[in-house]
């Protein structure tokens, strides 16, 4: 599969994405944390068993639990943490109400696709708990546009990846959390995932897409926008110069660059 080169020097440090965005990479998924006049908000929860992990390191620099947890999406390596931290902390989580019947323990997500990218990652995919998860409770829908969940910030519906997939933007410093729209790593190759030696540019993770045409439109969506610092789901934080042209090259080039074969008819 083609790729889209990204420059070394663009990487970020996981502490230090943007001003008030810090994130942390657990096994081949991250998480971030947003500081904002309202306090701060936990952005994606991880793979199972991450809930000490990600408790450690938010009491690492916050002295308060956040306001609240927001989920890109409600694939098991984003949401697996969500239960446990909501009841510890007592906060509600927030997602598109399109990524509800997956969250409250209703419907599971289309079998993966095994056979996309061919790496570690799409073999075991049929093994991944694809839900349901069960927020009953705690769950509440994200409103679109500017957030007051996320004072600064914005919601934008980016769909094809799940139906209800939406991403975070900061027009402050043009900060993007683009949750899994698209990925700075191949996102099918565990050991490359996790060892992550050159940053590139990819589509979301092709095992779990289930819509490649509305896929590509948000990744149009996005690419149109004025970004500064990308930081995905998967992958590491970018920034540079020469970010948007990148982006823009992984829209035009999508069918090539994100699309598997299998998928592509
Ligand atoms: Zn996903
Ligand atoms: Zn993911």
Request: charged share 15%; glycine share 10%.
């Amino acid at each position: 599969m083609e790729k889209v080169a990204v420059s070394e020097e663009q990487v970020l440090p996981m502490d230090a994405v943007a001003a008030d965005v810090r994130g942390l990479r657990i096994a081949f998924v991250n998480v971030f944390a947003v500081m904002h006049t309202a306090g701060w908000t936990l952005i994606d929860a991880g793979v199972p068993f991450s809930e000490g992990v990600i408790r450690r390191w938010a009491e690492s620099f916050a002295a308060t639990p956040p306001n609240a947890i927001v989920l890109t999406h409600g694939h098991f390596d984003h949401v697996s943490a969500a239960p446990g931290l909501a009841e510890h902390w007592d906060v509600p989580v927030y997602a598109h109400p399109l990524e509800f019947p997956y969250l409250s323990g209703h419907q599971e997500y289309p079998a993966p696709n095994s056979g996309a990218g061919g790496g570690l990652m799409s073999l075991l995919s049929p093994l991944y708990p694809k839900g349901p998860v069960n927020l009953t409770g705690r769950l509440q829908p994200l409103p679109l546009g500017a957030s007051a969940v996320l004072p600064g910030w914005e919601v934008l519906h980016t769909p094809g990846h799940t139906p209800g997939h939406c991403s975070l933007y900061r027009a402050g410093d043009r900060t993007l959390l683009v949750g899994d729209a698209f990925c700075t790593t191949k996102p099918e190759s565990f050991f490359e995932a996790a060892f992550a030696p050159q940053p590139e540019l990819h589509g979301p993770p092709s095992y779990f897409t289930s819509d490649w045409v509305t896929a590509q439109s948000s990744v149009e969506r996005l690419a149109a926008m004025d970004i500064a610092v990308v930081a995905p789901g998967h992958g590491k934080p970018l920034s540079g110069p020469g970010l948007q042209a990148d982006l823009r090259e992984l829209a035009t080039r999508f069918r090539a660059v994100a699309v598997p074969d299998n998928q592509k008819q």
